[in-house]
């Protein structure tokens, strides 16, 4: 994991600021109703949820306003303290644990493979060893449970610079390269594709690899004032759910998700 956690601790508001804009809220619907479509058959009752580097619960929240109980697990204290407060302000603080440790050094109680779904969001651009990431990522869960990531994708760097930027020299030199940074948590990026990561998952010992892309449409859509007109956001929400497991666009959004079960012992 890159830093230390104040370095991310300090870009709170920031970040909160960006989760409430268009780009984050269509971030977490679609990942949402990706992972809604696979959550049938997992079990009867509640399911029990490992959301590993899960800030300050964006994804958590709305798999525990299903009635799920979710376990964040972050290394970052004031991401955790904000998650707490979203739990007691939604009336989830039954159904949602934090606990503050590094993913690759899980407490041992969490690593028992009891969880029904493991999320794993927004992780591997910040690590050095991806396969090592996702073998601690697939311990804590059951065999049959179901495993989701996600991942900026690198097929996006070009044309995102293309587009938004306007500079065919930068978007040429991002061909070449898996390297990009964060100017929020000011902290370097490694950049991937679904292509590099569904062997990997395989060969871990996933089946049913699904693959799906977030915001297909919304980052090349220049005029970003016009997304926050409720009009234009809904139908935007609708075009995005559309497409996000509808090639090609998938291939090019800025995020990709992949969803796979573990396979039975």
Same mark, same amino acid.
């Given at each position: 994991? @890159?830093?230390?956690? %104040?370095?991310? =601790?300090?870009?709170?508001?920031?970040?909160?600021?960006?989760? =409430?804009?268009?780009?984050?809220?269509?971030?977490?619907?679609?990942?949402?109703?990706?992972?809604?479509?696979?959550?049938?058959?997992?079990? !009867?009752?509640?399911? $029990?949820?490992?959301?590993?580097?899960?800030? #300050?619960?964006? =994804?958590?929240?709305?798999?525990?306003?299903?009635?799920?109980? +979710?376990?964040?697990?972050?290394?970052?204290?004031?991401?955790?303290?904000?998650?707490?407060? $979203?739990?007691?302000?939604?009336?989830?603080?039954?159904?949602?644990?934090?606990?503050?440790? /590094?993913?690759?050094?899980?407490?041992?109680?969490?690593?028992?493979?009891?969880? !029904?779904?493991?999320?794993?969001?927004?992780?591997?651009?910040? +690590? /050095? !060893?991806? @396969?090592?990431?996702?073998?601690?990522?697939?311990?804590?869960?059951?065999?049959?449970?179901?495993?989701?990531?996600?991942?900026?994708?690198?097929?996006?760097?070009? &044309?995102?610079?293309?587009?938004?930027?306007? *500079? @065919?020299?930068?978007?040429?030199?991002?061909?070449?390269? =898996?390297?990009?940074?964060?100017?929020?948590? !000011?902290?370097? &990026?490694?950049?991937?594709?679904?292509?590099?990561?569904? @062997?990997?998952?395989?060969?871990?010992?996933?089946?049913?690899?699904?693959?799906y892309g977030i915001r297909s449409f919304c *980052?090349?859509?220049?005029?970003?004032?016009?997304?926050?007109?409720?009009?234009?956001?809904? #139908?935007?929400?609708?075009? %995005?759910?559309?497409?996000?497991?509808?090639?090609?666009?998938?291939?090019?959004?800025?995020?990709?998700?992949?969803?796979?079960?573990?396979?039975?012992?």
């Open positions: 994991m @890159p830093g230390a956690p %104040e370095k991310f =601790d300090t870009a709170m508001a920031t970040w909160q600021e960006w989760q =409430d804009a268009p780009w984050g809220r269509l971030r977490y619907a679609i990942a949402e109703a990706n992972l809604v479509r696979h959550l049938d058959g997992l079990g !009867d009752g509640p399911l $029990r949820v490992l959301d590993l580097a899960g800030g #300050d619960g964006g =994804d958590a929240m709305r798999l525990a306003a299903r009635g799920h109980h +979710v376990t964040i697990v972050d290394y970052a204290p004031a991401m955790l303290a904000a998650a707490a407060a $979203r739990a007691a302000a939604g009336g989830l603080t039954q159904l949602i644990d934090c606990v503050q440790a /590094d993913v690759s050094a899980l407490p041992a109680d969490l690593s028992a493979g009891q969880f !029904d779904v493991v999320l794993c969001h927004n992780l591997l651009q910040y +690590v /050095d !060893d991806v @396969p090592a990431t996702l073998a601690r990522a697939l311990t804590p869960l059951r065999p049959g449970g179901l495993f989701s990531m996600m991942a900026i994708n690198r097929h996006s760097a070009a &044309l995102n610079i293309a587009v938004r930027e306007m *500079d @065919p020299v930068a978007a040429l030199a991002a061909l070449d390269t =898996d390297q990009s940074r964060t100017q929020m948590f !000011d902290t370097a &990026l490694t950049l991937h594709t679904a292509e590099e990561i569904i @062997p990997l998952l395989h060969s871990l010992g996933c089946q049913d690899v699904q693959h *980052d090349y859509i220049t005029d970003d004032a016009r997304k926050h007109d409720p009009s234009f956001y809904a #139908d935007l929400e609708r075009l %995005e759910l559309a497409t996000t497991a509808l090639p090609p666009y998938m291939h090019t959004a800025r995020l990709f998700q992949l969803t796979a079960r573990k396979r039975d012992s």
